[in-house]
């Protein structure tokens, strides 16, 4: 069983950078889809990024396509989401998901779809 955790959260401006950090406990976690998702208070969990197990084809929902950026090291067992130009509406909790997957082309958009889950970092962007 994989265990997650995120950091880099925090307090930024509008406009500014954040660089959220996904680490898994998991040796072989080149064989794990990973997503990122984010929750605000009242709403949905919605995706905002997921990535291949080679890390070889990324997706971005609509919401941080050309703002955000998900990468991944599997060497150090981390994926990262760079968050740039930031918005008061991107403030929410955000979290790492991971599926062991079989197959190097999954891409995975739905939260339900995950098994794994980190506890999540606060993103608060002020405008």
């Known amino acids: 069983q994989v265990q997650l955790v995120e950091s880099g959260g925090g307090l930024v401006q509008a406009g500014g950078s954040l660089r959220l950090s996904c680490t898994a406990s998991?040796?072989?976690?080149?064989?794990?889809?990973v997503g990122w998702f984010r929750q605000a208070p009242g709403k949905e969990r919605e995706v905002v990024a997921a990535?291949?197990?080679?890390?070889?084809?990324?997706y971005y929902a609509d919401l941080g396509k050309g703002r955000f950026t998900i990468s991944r090291d599997n060497a150090k067992n981390t994926v990262i989401l760079q968050m740039n130009s930031l918005k008061p509406e991107d403030t929410a909790v955000y979290y790492c998901?991971?599926?062991?997957?079989?197959?190097?082309?999954?891409?995975?958009?739905?939260?339900?779809?995950?098994?794994?889950w980190g506890q999540g970092t606060q993103v608060t962007v002020s405008s």
């Open positions: 990535i291949t197990r080679s890390g070889s084809r990324p």
């Open positions: 998991e040796g072989t976690f080149n064989t794990y889809v």
């Open positions: 998901a991971a599926k062991w997957s079989s197959f190097g082309n999954t891409l995975l958009r739905e939260a339900s779809e995950y098994d794994y």
